[in-house]
């Protein structure tokens, strides 16, 4: 910074332009993957060969985008505090642009498969750098809001695309009406980050320049015992099983995408089984998205005054409650209803998570903690697939699979609520013998 450019500010309203941006930015992010949410797996068998019952290999291409998308939320953490922000975001751009044609073109599920390993690098580069550069240029006090802004612009492109391909599955057949619409999201994504996003680098080491200078009122609970800039193990440690809270928080995420993992691959082949059409199984699907994400500017917002622990606590019990309903009863109703529930349950988990991990690592490291948060979160995805492809096929029935993620979300927020504190600064403050680089 030359002594004539003014200091970065933090803030919503301060860096509205920015937000503005990557509020797109994750809508184009939801949108991408939202295309393989509704159609891919209710045409499995009809569009792309996949045999009658095949739940392992019907959940595999979430096991493979859960892999592929946990090592690159890790490894974007680091690269983004190495080379910035934006030019993370711009290669996680670059990995997409195959993903429609592949789609297009596939003869087999394999295809699908090798298509959803760039859109595992796509989702894991693109959707950690949105909330990555929104906690940069933000207060601490907006953390619980940016990220349900964050989250909500990206599932709601996650609705709005399951929504949208059915329709134009319909009028255009599935294969034309996914590149189509793909390759107008892919291109829309890679030519706005150049000419539209900046690095938001610069305002995370003003935030940590300003902490040291004058600490701030209520200190944040920072971990103990690591260096002002600790390795990337060291952070993988604290963040994994060193510290109890971070740890619980870890395995609350893991667990939730359990209930995404389901939604992609087997609500829509449940629905589908049960007579449902296409455009209903979007809709049906859609309202779990528009909930979750229509939601998160509440939730979000909520948990800037009341804090994250019970947000986070209910929402992996509502969640799981939803999830049960879905099994449960019967009819598009009901079914709507029980997607809502989850969504819900979700919208007061999803950001405040990860608006928890914020609260509580230092602005120097916090990039490297999210991307490790988000590694083990969307691990998830691979775990949670496997182990719902497993149920429902020792027992022949997608509603296992239904009963093993419920059961999983309830216990998980029972080690939440365990292992777990209030993480909010205002309302856990650190104690005088904590210091930031203790």
């Known amino acids: 910074m030359t002594p004539n450019t003014p200091p970065l500010r933090h803030g919503l309203r301060e860096n509205l332009d920015q937000v503005i941006h990557q509020l797109i930015q994750v809508m184009l992010v939801g949108l991408a993957i939202g295309m393989t949410r509704t159609v891919v797996p209710a045409l499995a068998e009809s569009e792309f060969g996949l045999a009658r019952g095949s739940f392992l290999l019907l959940t595999s291409f979430v096991v493979v985008f859960g892999l592929v998308k946990a090592v690159m939320n890790f490894v974007a953490g680091s690269w983004s505090e190495r080379i910035g922000r934006k030019r993370v975001l711009l290669w996680g751009w670059v990995a997409a642009l195959p993903i429609p044609v592949m789609i297009w073109a596939a003869p087999d599920w394999n295809w699908i498969v090798a298509a959803t390993v760039l859109l595992g690098i796509n989702q894991g580069l693109c959707w950690s750098m949105t909330q990555t550069a929104k906690l ?11 990220m349900g802004l964050n989250e909500f612009s990206g599932y709601v492109g996650v609705a709005l695309a399951g ?10 057949g599935a294969r034309t009406g996914l590149l189509l619409f793909g390759l107008a999201v892919v291109l829309s994504g890679l030519l706005l980050t150049v000419i539209g996003v900046r690095d938001t680098r610069a305002w995370a080491r003003a935030e940590s320049a300003a902490h040291k200078a004058a600490p701030p009122a209520n200190l944040p609970r920072y971990p103990q015992g690591l260096p002002a800039s600790p390795t990337t193990a060291q952070v993988f440690a604290v963040m994994s099983w060193r510290d109890p809270r971070l740890f619980a928080i870890s395995q609350a995420g893991l667990v939730e995408k359990f209930v995404d993992a389901l939604v992609w691959a087997l609500f829509p082949v449940f629905l589908a089984g049960r007579g449902a059409g296409l455009t ?7 309202t779990y998205g528009f909930v979750w994400g229509g939601s998160q500017l509440v939730t979000g917002r909520l948990s800037d005054r009341v804090g994250r622990f019970w947000p986070n606590v209910l929402g992996m019990w509502i969640c799981g409650a939803g999830v049960a309903m879905v099994v449960l009863g019967q009819g598009v109703a009901w079914w709507s209803v029980s997607a809502g529930i989850t969504g819900l349950g979700m919208a007061l988990l999803y950001p405040n998570l990860s608006a928890a991990v914020a609260d509580i690592t230092p602005p120097e490291w916090r990039g490297s903690a999210i991307g490790i948060y988000r590694f083990w979160r969307d691990l998830g995805y691979a775990i949670g697939a496997l182990g719902l492809g497993l149920a429902a096929s020792l027992t022949g029935a997608a509603e296992a699979a239904f009963w093993f993620v419920a059961l999983s979300m309830f216990v998980s927020g029972g080690l939440l609520f365990w292992l777990s504190e209030e993480t909010h600064p205002r309302l856990n403050p650190a104690k005088p013998s904590e210091t930031l680089d203790a």
């Open 280 to 286: 209903e199984v979007g809709w049906i699907v859609g």
């Open 163 to 172: 929504i949208l391909t059915a329709y134009a599955a319909e009028w255009l």
């Open 136 to 146: 940069d240029i933000t207060r601490a006090e907006e953390r619980g809001l940016t």
